[in-house]
């Protein structure tokens, strides 16, 4: 993935223009509009830091937590897609759930919405698969949070001029380009894991073939990372 894909798959992500409505409804009890506005500033302040820190310390925090790779990316994988999901099937709570009620500090508007767990899982793979191009990972987050500022920033207006049909539109339709983002990006995990599963599907009840070294041996070439594999049978798996 080059950095303009980073940049455009972490703008899909964060969803400013289905995020608009969110925004408006969260700060509708807020009447001075130069308060909304330092608000607004504030929770995107704050959303930056957040993804500046998983960038940069998320592949560390895995390391002490001991997750692997292929975890948190299909746990990204999957929240990604229950996101898009609901951008296309949107419930009547919203694609993030009930909000909490009051002028919001953090919650939920620099977390999730902006930053949420799949923009930071997103981020964390991207720091970890090629750590040698973090800053090019840094602009790509940069330029996806400032066309977000932009646009969260002109929220009002850009409801006004699109209206709520036409910003459900752009909503449904980023959803189904973040459908294909998902498959694109995630597609080599699940045939690795596709894979794993097989082995060790063949070597339960399979019962005419080779040792279960060779299982153990052609598991670990698909996923290299593995340190420890969970207790199988000593039947064998098929090439």
Not at 127 to 144: K, T
Request: hydrophobic share 50%; aromatic share 8%.
């Amino acid at each position: 993935m080059d950095m303009l894909s980073a940049g455009l798959t972490l703008l899909l992500i964060m969803d400013p223009l289905g995020n608009i409505p969110l925004f408006l409804t969260v700060l509708k009890t807020v009447d001075d509009e130069s308060r909304k506005r330092k608000i607004l500033i504030r929770e995107l302040c704050f959303a930056l830091l957040v993804l500046l820190i998983f960038l940069f310390v998320g592949q560390y925090l895995l390391q002490w937590l001991n997750l692997r790779q292929e975890a948190v990316s299909i746990a990204g994988g999957i929240v990604l897609f229950l996101i898009s999901l609901r951008m296309i099937f949107p419930t009547e709570k919203g694609i993030m759930g009930e909000m909490p009620a009051g002028e919001p500090f953090f919650v939920p508007l620099a977390v999730p919405l902006l930053a949420g767990p799949s923009t930071l899982a997103m981020l964390i793979l991207l720091a970890r698969s090629q750590p040698d191009r973090i800053f090019e990972w840094l602009i790509a987050v940069l330029g996806a949070w400032v066309v977000t500022s932009l646009i969260m920033l002109s929220s009002t207006k850009l409801h006004k001029l699109l209206g709520a049909r036409g910003l459900i539109a752009v909503e449904r339709l980023m959803g189904m380009v973040l459908v294909g983002v998902i498959v694109v990006l995630h597609s080599p995990v699940f045939q690795r894991c596709s894979l794993y599963c097989r082995n060790i599907f063949r070597s339960t009840f399979d019962l005419s073939s080779n040792s279960l070294h060779t299982c153990i041996h052609q598991t670990k070439c698909v996923f290299p990372h593995l340190v420890s594999l969970p207790s199988i049978p000593p039947q064998t798996c098929l090439h």
